[in-house]
């Protein structure tokens, strides 16, 4: 922890980047994994874990890193109950509806496909993807906003979401 508090300090957007594409890579890797097994003849598909990796470097890291480190503090300062609530409500509507769009739009865009796919993806995904993270996240961002130091924040969603991208690599590639 000291080293990586040591890294936050110096390069906290670079840190929380790289650590992104790191955990979206593993989640992938982990869903293929899983993948192959059920079905046995799946074959590993690295330019996949690549593209995952990419958006989490490229996209996740960043916006985790401003969201969490300016956008809620300035939204929502304070750590009161309320204020917990109301960055939970905040994160669990907004943050999180823009992350859910964000991922299938990248990953459809990555796959080359257009903008009629990028919505057909999004018609075909968001409802059931939201669903799940309200049944995965709003008990470990409360644990994040009450215990978590800001600057660790997107360290300990980027723990749970080798679980979380897992399984948004599964849905975003289960049907392809």
């Known amino acids: 922890v000291n080293w990586y508090n040591g890294l936050l300090r110096r390069k906290p957007l670079a840190t929380k980047s790289v650590s992104c594409m790191a ?27 690549a593209r ?5 470097g490229v996209f996740a890291g960043p916006s985790l890193h ?15 109950m309320k204020s917990i609530v109301k960055k939970i409500c905040f994160d669990q509507t907004v943050g999180v509806s ?8 990248v990953q459809t865009l990555l796959n080359k496909g257009t903008f009629t796919d990028v919505r057909n993806n999004i018609a075909a995904n968001y409802w059931t993807t939201l669903k799940t993270n309200w049944m995965f996240w709003p008990p470990l961002m409360f644990l994040n906003f009450t215990f978590v130091p ?12 080798v679980v ?7 849905v975003q590639y289960s049907n392809k």
């Open 52 to 56: 995952v990796g990419v958006y989490g």
């Open 150 to 161: 800001i600057q660790f924040q997107v360290l300990f969603v980027n723990v749970f979401g």
């Open 66 to 80: 401003f969201y969490y480190s300016y956008i809620l503090p300035y939204l929502i300062p304070g750590s009161s």
């Open 23 to 49: 955990v979206f890579t593993l989640g992938d890797i982990l869903s293929q994994t899983l993948e192959k097994k059920l079905s046995k003849t799946q074959k590993f598909d690295w330019q996949r874990s």
């Open 164 to 170: 979380w991208n897992g399984y948004l690599s599964f």
């Open 98 to 105: 823009i992350m859910i769009s964000m991922f299938y739009t």
